[in-house]
């Protein structure tokens, strides 16, 4: 059964792209969390606790926008179709959904996550914004990174 966002939380962003790689290209990029700094620029750091493959329970520690020192674990990996990771951070507890279909036109991405705790319900308005600009930037980071071409 498909692991979701929390969808009573006070904030939730989806967002949407395609993306004119092969899907496999696409799936390595987004799950090799520790190479997240070399064409994310919101990401600092990231450092898997857990080696090989992303799975469920593997887990990662990572910085990006300002929050720091950041526990993520993967709750389903669904290989080149979905994965599902969270965790809290600095009071807030995220849930994020990815996604993957090969179509005609590319690989359709999909991205939801949900932001719920005492410092989002403090300031929804604000991390309602932050949130839809990470996932934009996210998402505009992975199709440049993904459509570079291979030499």
């Keep these: ?44 750091s990231s450092v898997k606790r857990t080696p090989g493959a992303l799975r469920p329970g593997s887990s990662w520690v990572w910085s990006v926008a300002g929050l720091e020192n950041i526990t993520s674990t993967a709750e389903q990996v669904e290989p080149r179709r979905r994965i599902v990771w969270g965790g809290p951070a600095q009071g807030i507890t995220a849930v994020h959904v990815w996604i993957f279909t090969q179509t005609e036109d590319g690989v359709h991405v999909h991205t939801e996550e949900s932001w719920a705790g005492d410092p989002v319900t403090a300031e929804t308005a604000y991390f309602q914004q932050a949130l839809d600009t990470s996932l934009d930037h996210w998402l505009h980071n992975l199709k440049q990174q993904a459509e570079k071409k291979r030499s």
């Design 1 to 44: 059964m498909p692991v979701g966002i929390d969808e009573k939380a006070p904030v939730i962003t989806r967002d949407d792209i395609v993306i004119d790689a092969p899907l496999e290209r696409v799936w390595r990029i987004q799950t090799d969390v520790e190479n997240w700094p070399a064409w994310q620029p919101d990401v600092s």
